[in-house]
């Protein structure tokens, strides 16, 4: 059981900023909180990875409130190509196999031209 | 390219067939991780290897027999299986076990007629 919950799906235009937020009510004092892409027929593709506050990268940011009960990942001037599932998940980094990602079903993103 | 390999990429077989899926990164992870995807289902998590050891193995049905003879090498062998196993199958690593930065592998389509 997916310990996150996002939305099914978006839609936005070419050239906009979109930000996808996940909610993690339960998310423990050790969860990092992980977000992937993955386009049809191939493997997830790691975005971005934080604890708190905000992490920047060169594909996008991820914003996460003091409380950490949410995050949003927020993808910069979206292109056509950025049209893919996207994955939230929360768990221990340091805790070995207590750790292991639970995928839930993600946000299809659709840009339009 | 992501260091992790599959071979083959698609695979047809029938219910009484054995075959072998294939996983090889060139990463110098520790951690190497089966899941499936099946149509419009989120990504289960089938094993997780640690160090050559098998530290998760989620209820999976023993048609499926995973091996890991080193630490760059992962297989997952397949006998009598149903068509209900049809799905993608992905490989992924990692440095450590975890909640870590998980490299995928582009995949396996396996249809089981």
């Known amino acids: 059981l997916a310990k996150t919950t996002q939305p099914i799906s978006m839609d936005s235009y070419e050239g906009q900023e979109v930000n996808i937020t996940c909610s993690h009510n339960?998310?423990?004092?050790?969860?990092?909180i992980t977000w992937y892409q993955q386009f049809p027929s191939q493997g997830p593709r790691f975005i971005i990875q934080g604890y708190k506050t905000k992490v920047t990268n060169e594909v996008a940011s991820l914003f996460i409130p003091a409380d950490r009960k949410s995050s949003t990942l927020s993808l910069p001037r979206v292109s056509l190509s950025d049209t893919a599932v996207y994955y939230c998940l929360v768990g221990d980094r340091y805790g070995g196999s207590q750790g292991n990602l639970i995928f839930g079903k993600g946000t299809k993103l659709s840009v339009k031209p | 390219e992501t260091g992790v390999t599959q071979t083959p990429r698609h695979l047809v077989m029938g219910m009484t067939n054995k075959k072998s899926l294939k996983c090889e990164q060139h990463l110098g992870h520790n951690a190497m991780y089966w899941y499936k995807q099946s149509a419009k289902k989120p990504l289960e998590l089938m094993f997780v290897y640690s160090l050559e050891e098998r530290v998760e193995n989620n209820s999976v049905p023993s048609r499926f027999s995973p091996e890991c003879p080193n630490s760059s090498h992962l297989f997952l062998h397949l006998h009598t299986l149903q068509p209900e196993d049809s799905a993608l199958y992905l490989c992924?690593?990692?440095?450590?076990?975890?909640?870590?930065?998980?490299?995928f592998g582009p995949g396996t389509r396996l249809t089981v007629t």
């Open positions: 339960n998310i423990a004092t050790n969860d990092y």
């Open positions: 992924a690593s990692s440095q450590d076990p975890g909640a870590e930065e998980q490299y």
